[in-house]
């Protein structure tokens, strides 16, 4: 559902096809997604990404979504799970994911309350350092900018951009 099948299925329910076969199908599709339907929010969008591991860039990426989604981070039970799991992602093998990954703890300790603290204990900050000497220059950057978040106290304080 997050990958809007939904509306895929409604544009091919306008199309004028001449197999009926192919009418039939579509129609069937569309019942039973309609029936089974269920709109994912933007937050269940990215907690299923970041527990499937693989991170790709997009809306659920931003400051913007951060501000408003840092403190669904620590979890129903308080255990922070989904920050344990990017911190585990910065080691992957694949660039980007380790990049996005420390993209996301840094805008998690910039947006959560005592963040900070909990990213440090939780051993993001061991992990991302060595990331800074990466060969990748994009993982590079955003390795620093993760590093500088943790240890900057006063975030809001600090011009961005």
């Known amino acids: 559902i997050a990958c809007r099948l939904m509306k895929q299925i409604d544009n091919l329910r306008q199309r004028q096809f001449t197999d009926p076969d192919v009418i039939d199908d579509v129609e ?19 907690k299923n990404e970041v527990e499937s591991g693989h991170l790709q860039w997009g809306t659920c990426h931003t400051e913007a979504f ?5 403190r669904m981070v620590e979890g129903t039970d ?12 910065l080691s992957s093998k694949d660039e980007e994911v380790a990049s996005i990954a420390c993209h996301d703890i ?9 963040g900070r603290a909990i990213a440090k204990r939780l051993g993001a900050k061991e992990l991302v350092m060595p990331l800074i000497e990466h060969d990748n220059v994009d993982l590079q950057r955003h390795a620093l900018q993760c590093v500088s978040k943790i240890m900057v106290q006063h975030w809001e304080f600090v011009k961005t951009g």
């Open 28 to 46: 069937v599709l569309h019942r039973l997604l309609h029936e089974n339907y269920k709109e994912m929010s933007r937050w269940e969008v990215y």
């Open 106 to 114: 840094g805008e998690f300790v910039r947006y959560y309350p005592n």
């Open 78 to 89: 308080g255990d922070f799970r989904l920050l344990k799991v990017l911190i585990a992602l």
């Open 66 to 70: 951060f501000k408003e989604n840092a």
